[in-house]
């Protein structure tokens, strides 16, 4: 594995090697969750709408992860999970993106089905 901190290091080095490809290195810790919002579908019934902005706060591309959306009931229990897949919740121009660039915004939306009156509060976060 390469170690993050010498990732800039070894990229100059590998530019100068025709053919040379350096592994994607995914890095959890360095993805930011913003602005998540989940409301009713604009149009259609008994669906949500969730919305958030991902952003890889890394010096380095990274692949987009797989995320996780809990929804909890008011003991704090999680009535409603789901892993979204980047096929799933990337949108627009950032659908034929390969790897998130560092310090990008990237504006994240999918559709779900409503969880029920149970789930009082919401959390996203990069699947471990």
Not at 49 to 73: G, Y
């Amino acid at each position: 594995a390469i170690n993050p901190k010498s990732r800039p290091v070894m990229e100059q080095a590998c530019a100068m090697i025709q053919g040379c490809r350096l592994p994607d290195i995914p890095d959890p810790t360095r993805l930011k969750i913003k602005e998540l919002v989940v409301r009713k579908h604009p149009k259609a019934a008994d669906a949500l709408q969730v919305d958030a902005i991902l952003k890889n706060e890394a010096t380095f591309p990274q692949p987009f992860p797989a995320l996780h959306l809990r929804f909890s009931n008011s003991q704090d229990e999680v009535v409603a999970s789901r892993i979204l897949r980047p096929g799933e919740y990337l949108a627009g121009d950032a659908v034929f993106m390969r790897r998130m660039p560092p310090q990008t915004p990237i504006r994240i939306s999918v559709s779900i089905v409503d969880p029920g009156k149970e789930a009082v509060s919401y959390s996203l976060n990069p699947a471990l």
